[in-house]
């Protein structure tokens, strides 16, 4: 049962990393050479410091998820309105 309980406190940060993945796989970091794009590393980058940032706040689960949908679904406005409107400590 403690074992259970255990698996079961860490859920949430599981449900959040998907996200994160999503994230890191559904940017197009490179052009049609095969080449870097430099676009795509900056969003690339700036959308993990905001997965990241979100992992770390105390907030619920319902206000993560619902920020983790805002990056991911807005690629490079959705993490600039985190860090600019989320009001994060």
């Known amino acids: 049962m403690q074992t259970l309980r ?3 406190s860490r859920l949430p940060l599981v ?3 998907l996200p994160l ?3 890191a796989t559904s940017c ?3 052009n049609d050479n095969g080449s870097l794009s430099i676009a795509g ?9 905001a997965i990241i940032s979100l992992l770390k706040q105390d907030w ?3 206000k993560k998820i619902i920020w983790g949908v805002v ?3 807005f690629p490079i ?3 600039i309105i985190y860090f600019l409107f989320s009001g994060r400590k």
């Open 6 to 8: 255990h698996y079961a």
């Open 15 to 17: 449900a959040l990393m």
């Open 21 to 23: 993945m999503l994230v």
């Open 28 to 30: 197009s970091r490179y």
């Open 41 to 49: 590393v900056i969003y690339l980058i700036l959308a993990i410091a």
């Open 60 to 62: 619920s689960v319902t």
């Open 71 to 73: 990056i991911w679904f």
């Open 77 to 79: 406005g959705g993490s």
